[in-house]
């Protein structure tokens, strides 16, 4: 798939911190009820051109399998891109400081409001198709990364253990990530 | 807060943030292990509303952890666990994202994109289960579960629709 290289030998594109933390800002507040890494995209590769498709899926792909959510992470992978540490730190804060007063003035009005049985009853249906952003998502993502049996195990192994087993992640991961890198290390033709 | 507390906090939300392989949402069924049964922040009950809350808000999903941190300690535990959640993993992605841009073709590159990817995918499957088992408790919530999965799988449409017409059919009685 990566036979052309792709060196950056153009110019590379340039922008100032406050712009970074305006464009996630932006990014975070289309976001509302979800669909944020579409968001993403829309404006870092379409309408910025900080990055192409390429770049841009390929640093998706980092920023999804690293710690962190995955949102964030893009954030400060772009950020660090275009203008290293604090580039990073202007487009986390973009991203996250009005979301956090969101969230914060609807948590407020859902302790001031949550025992009212009608708010209640519009809660379980927001919960249930929240839930469903989970599972679709799983879907969405599994359909692309499940395509043989390694992978399955691999899968159905982490399932088993986080939803039935509840095990804690740490021994789990501790476990399981090692076999992951081993399965997926290119010694012969893998995939 | 008290010292313990927000000791409670940082450990928490920092070992969470270096765990969360796959996104904010693979580690949601251990904070709530913790935050519910072991620290008694909150109830399962809350913690599936606060999960729902954070999904619909702007914003990353992982915001959740502002909210329970709201929950144990005020606005100071808001903030703190929000950086607790943000620092370790956004420090890790910094320094990676310096040497990747330097290495196309490294092994170690392809077996991160396709090692890890199948257990990120088992761990959001499961953030989901665990959530509907503690909130979906009638027949016409997993029903509704079922439909709205079902919608953002096969459609483009805009998950608020669908999260405003879950609110509706819920406000209405039917869920």
């Known amino acids: ?191 | 807060m008290s010292l313990l507390t927000a000791l409670r906090i940082c450990l928490l939300f920092g070992t969470a943030s270096l765990l969360s392989i796959g996104g904010g949402n693979s580690v949601v069924p251990e904070m709530q292990l913790q935050a519910v049964q072991i620290y008694h922040w909150l109830t399962a009950a809350q913690f599936a509303d606060i999960f729902a809350i954070a999904q619909a808000a702007p914003g990353p999903s992982i915001l959740i952890v502002t909210l329970i941190g709201y929950q144990a300690a005020g606005f100071a535990g808001a903030l703190l666990a929000t950086a607790a959640m943000i620092l370790p993993a956004g420090l890790l992605v910094y320094a990676f994202a310096r040497s990747w841009q330097h290495a196309t073709h490294a092994p170690w590159r392809i077996a991160f994109e396709h090692g890890l990817a199948p257990i990120a995918v088992g761990l959001v499957l499961a953030s989901g289960v665990v959530v509907a088992r503690t909130a979906d408790h009638s027949w016409s919530q997993y029903a509704l579960t079922a439909a709205a999965t079902f919608i953002f799988c096969t459609t483009k449409l805009n998950p608020l629709i669908v999260v405003a017409a879950a609110a509706a059919i819920g406000w209405a009685g039917f869920a």
């Open chain 1, 1 to 191: 798939m990566n036979d052309a290289a792709l060196e950056p030998a153009e110019a590379p594109p340039v922008a100032s911190s406050l712009e970074l933390a305006l464009t996630f800002n932006r990014i975070a507040l289309a976001s509302f009820g979800g669909g944020l890494s579409a968001w993403s995209r829309q404006v870092v590769v379409e309408e910025r051109g900080w990055m192409s498709d390429e770049e841009f899926l390929s640093a998706m792909t980092i920023c999804r399998v690293l710690p962190g959510a995955n949102q964030v992470n893009l954030a400060v992978f772009v950020g660090a891109k275009l203008r290293g540490a604090s580039g990073a730190l202007a487009a986390v804060l973009g991203l996250i400081a009005l979301p956090i007063a969101i969230v914060l003035g609807l948590g407020t009005l859902y302790a001031a409001y949550h025992s009212d049985p009608s708010v209640q009853a519009a809660l379980r249906g927001v919960v249930a198709a929240s839930v469903a952003l989970s599972l679709s998502m799983a879907y969405k993502t599994g359909r692309k990364t499940l395509r043989s049996a390694g992978p399955w195990v691999l899968f159905a192994v982490s399932f088993f253990f986080s939803a039935i087993v509840r095990v804690p992640l740490l021994p789990m991961l501790a476990v399981l990530a090692p076999l992951g890198l081993w399965w997926a290390w290119p010694k012969r033709q893998a995939t």
